[in-house]
């Protein structure tokens, strides 16, 4: 499906972005400054759920090892970013850091116009913008990256040959000038003592004793140098236990972590089908094993203490405990698992008979929530940011309708549909007017015959909401950048911006169409004039 | 009590927004490791019986997860096993059912979130590590949201915001969005191990729950994202599913698999305020009512919905 690759590679997207959407940026930047996160009057996004962090270039300098290492370089990009993410790097931090990388994977950004990437070699080879031009000097780049290891083997190559020859000359001189003459001259020694031997045995006797008196000093001095040797391995045996026991611990957490990275890569591997849901379970099946191998909890509850805690609490390093499950769970789980399928499973076809049909029309008006009611009451005169604009069946009963709603008693629906179309009506009319006549609708409600409910026709909803885009329009959706194809998706984000937009300019922007922007403010007006509690 | 036994295991409950005596109730057999899914529409009613099932479907693969329609008060979205995601309309008869069948995702469609202010999209969160956008009226996807890299539990929109959501997965971070930009805009790195469950403060619209496997929930402003507002400890097991109450500002519930549902006010010193037993199995869905204050929902692996006023009994009769 082209929607998925389009929307795919986190990599490449927000390289894009500083260039191709400059105006929001700046926009939010702005907004920050202002540290105000409730900007209303201003056409920017909203700026709090940015990140808003200048780039740490610490953090980028030691992403950048990471990324060099050769072991990384294999892994794939997402567990690369996956990792850079839990160590708390922003989304730039990790986009510089990738950027900064000699030989950056390739991504599939098709949008990206880093079209100033020649002057930076790494980028190019990031950038698959259908560019001879820029590719030609990517691939140059690349292939000279490939040479100079080559070249470097020779080097070496050489280099190493060079050593051992003028090692080997080396110690043919060394052999030369010393070690023969001390042969020479060991030979001479021998010669010699063969000679004085026979002038020695004639000092016998106190040379023996000597003799016999040294050779026993020897010898205890060599029982000392046994005794130490023993004390010596006894002690190296203790060393060597507590290595053992240390690499014994080491190799229990690298069970671990294979255990884990053999999960994952059975959950890599499986887009598993008739095995059943082995994900999630594994997950709790693993952390099951793994209690059972430290015993540390029995089945039951267990106590846990109810009281919680405010502030941090210490870091939990431990893989957390398995939920004891159900026994039958366990039973079907090791049957899915041999390949077994359960007996109560039945062939139900469960797709839809005819695709095209319509949802029936709605009954009835949504209602507003709770805490939008509140906000009504609490805010400002200015419009709330991006309530959902519709037409008219949209939005906003008044507080008689709710009044009605709160009471539990089976009150027929059919009253409360009277009383809310005839708000709806009264709203039509108010809507109508000019939105200067705000205060005079405050004070009064006009009472209006009831109308014909406005049953929801979806078509003439999007063609109501959907007037000619104007070159304001088209404007925005270039800077946006969307990926997607315009044809099939412009309709309907085209909808949701503009709408939005609307709505945070506090409906100036002109719409053919009439008051759609005004059926806000007005609605609002007459929610701050009831003062309905919702908090 | 309202208390309904279902065929299957239990793994999602929804109030309506429109009806506030209707909730949707997603379950899965075999516990949801292979087996059928069955969406029941139940109905509350101040005489006895006081819950009754108003319509189910079938589906061929397991429900985990529903949400209902914030523009058309018949219609629901259903997240199944099998990556589908399928639309039914109460209002029809049953054998038009189901309107549709979105098979687009990869893997299972583990959450829903129907959009609360723009009321004409919903997303879908799935086990292929990816997040879509859908409409009511298209036939297929709007966007694919794909930067996670593990699978993504739970999907929640901003209420205050309409182009701004955000993702729970297991890699262990919540991902922020904007459906106007081509990539997430901000990434909490928020425990150790895998977010089933994230929700917004329904009154402050900066701040937003996160709950993990690691036993804890904690809040987070995403102004200053890199250090938890509050953390919530108090669950035995991972706990699945948490949501902000739409009445009251501080107040949040939580299910886990330690069988209890969990009440928290996570801006006073002892932030657990009440705590639930009922469940005799992991307790897996839980919602609190948009249109009634206190009226909370409940099911779980034990095939029970329990349907309850804050401050009661869940199992008083």
């Known amino acids: ?535 | 009590m309202p208390i309904f036994k279902t065929p299957f295991n239990g793994y999602s409950v929804k109030f309506s927004p429109f009806y506030e005596s209707r909730l949707a109730v997603g379950t899965a057999q075999n516990f949801g490791i292979l087996g059928n899914g069955r969406l029941h529409v139940l109905d509350l009613s101040p005489t006895s019986p006081a819950i009754t099932e108003l319509i189910a479907f079938d589906t061929a693969d397991g429900v985990y997860d529903v949400a209902w329609s914030e523009s058309h008060d018949s219609v629901l979205v259903a997240a199944i096993a099998d990556g589908s995601v399928k639309l039914y309309d109460t209002s029809l008869p049953p054998q038009s059912n189901p309107l549709r069948s979105l098979q687009e995702h990869a893997r299972e469609v583990h959450g829903l979130d129907y959009n609360p202010t723009r009321r004409d999209s919903f997303l879908s969160a799935s086990w292929d590590d990816s997040v879509k956008l859908w409409t009511l009226d298209r036939p297929t996807s709007i966007r694919t949201f794909r930067e996670h890299a593990y699978c993504v539990y739970s999907v929640a929109w901003n209420p205050k915001h309409a182009d701004v959501f955000a993702s729970a997965s297991g890699d262990c971070s919540v991902r922020i969005w904007d459906v106007r930009e081509p990539g997430s805009t901000m990434i909490i790195p928020g425990h150790q191990h895998e977010i089933l469950a994230c929700d917004w403060n329904k009154y402050d619209d900066c701040l937003i729950a996160t709950a993990s496997v690691d036993k804890s929930i904690k809040v987070w402003d995403v102004r200053n994202y890199r250090v938890p507002v509050t953390v919530l400890n108090g669950h035995g097991y991972a706990v699945r599913k948490i949501k902000f109450s739409p009445h009251r500002r501080n107040l949040i519930v939580s299910c886990s698999y330690d069988m209890t549902v969990c009440l928290w006010d996570f801006m006073i010193e002892d932030a657990l305020v009440g705590r639930y037993d009922h469940h005799t199995e992991f307790a897996v869905g839980v919602d609190m009512s948009v249109l009634v204050e206190g009226l909370m929902a409940s099911t779980g692996w034990d095939e029970h919905v329990y349907v309850w006023q804050q401050g009661m009994d869940p199992r008083a009769a």
């Open chain 1, 1 to 535: 499906m082209s929607m998925t690759t389009k929307a795919a590679a986190p990599l490449g997207s927000t390289d894009g972005k500083p260039q191709t959407t400059p105006e929001p940026v700046q926009q939010v930047n702005e907004a920050q400054q202002d540290a105000r996160p409730e900007t209303v009057k201003q056409i920017s996004p909203p700026s709090v759920f940015v990140n808003s962090e200048p780039i740490r270039e610490e953090q980028v300098q030691n992403a950048v090892k990471f990324l060099s290492h050769p072991r990384v370089r294999d892994s794939p990009v997402i567990h690369r970013r996956s990792f850079l993410e839990k160590k708390g790097l922003t989304k730039e931090e990790i986009d510089e850091a990738f950027r900064r990388v000699p030989d950056p994977p390739p991504s599939l950004q098709p949008s990206s116009t880093n079209q100033d990437g020649q002057m930076k070699p790494t980028s190019n080879v990031q950038t698959q913008v259908p560019q001879p031009a820029a590719a030609a000097p990517g691939a140059v780049v690349s292939r000279v990256g490939t040479l100079s290891p080559s070249r470097f083997h020779w080097y070496h190559a050489l280099l190493a040959v060079g050593l051992l020859a003028a090692s080997g000359a080396g110690t043919a001189v060394l052999i030369k000038n010393a070690i023969v003459p001390r042969l020479k001259s060991w030979i001479r020694k021998v010669v010699l003592e063969e000679e004085d031997d026979l002038v020695k045995k004639t000092n016998s006797k106190p040379s023996l004793a000597e003799e016999a008196a040294a050779a026993a000093k020897a010898a205890a001095a060599a029982a000392t140098d046994v005794a130490k040797a023993s004390q010596e391995m006894l002690n190296s045996r203790n060393e060597e236990r507590r290595h053992f026991e240390e690499l014994m611990k080491l190799l229990d957490m690298q069970v671990r972590e294979m255990k884990s990275m053999s999960n994952s890569v059975q959950k890599l591997e499986g887009h598993v089908n008739g095995t059943g849901r082995t994900n999630s379970v594994d997950q709790e099946d693993y952390r099951f094993s793994n209690s059972i191998s430290k015993q540390s909890y029995v089945n039951g509850k267990v106590d846990v203490d109810t009281r919680s805690v405010r502030s941090s609490s210490p870091p939990i390093s431990v893989e957390p405990p398995a939920p004891p499950h159900p026994k039958s769970y366990m039973e079907i789980l090791a049957m899915v698992q041999r390949g077994e399928k359960p007996s109560n499973i039945r062939e139900i076809d469960d797709r839809p008979p005819n695709p095209s049909q319509q949802p029936s029309n709605p009954r009835f008006a949504p209602i507003p929530k709770p805490w939008e009611l509140s906000q009504a009451q609490n805010g400002s005169n200015q419009l709330l940011q991006s309530q959902g604009v519709r037409e008219a069946l949209d939005y906003k009963v008044q507080v008689n309708g709710l009044n009605y709603l709160e009471d539990e008693s089976s009150v027929p629906w059919g009253q409360k549909k009277n009383v809310r179309i005839t708000e709806i009506a009264n709203e039509n009319e108010v809507k109508t007017g000019t939105s200067g006549v705000r205060t005079s609708d405050l004070v009064q409600r006009v009472w209006v015959p009831p109308q014909p409910p406005p049953v929801a026709i979806p078509e003439a909803a999007e063609a109501i909401r959907r007037p000619k885009p104007s070159a304001k329009e088209a404007v925005k959706q270039e800077e946006l950048g969307e990926n997607q194809s315009v044809t099939e998706s412009s309709g309907v984000t085209d909808e949701l911006q503009r709408i939005t937009k609307i709505s945070e300019s506090g409906g100036t922007v002109e719409i053919n169409g009439g008051g759609v922007s005004s059926l806000n403010s007005s609605e609002i007006q007459e929610e701050q004039e009831h003062g309905h509690e919702g908090n």
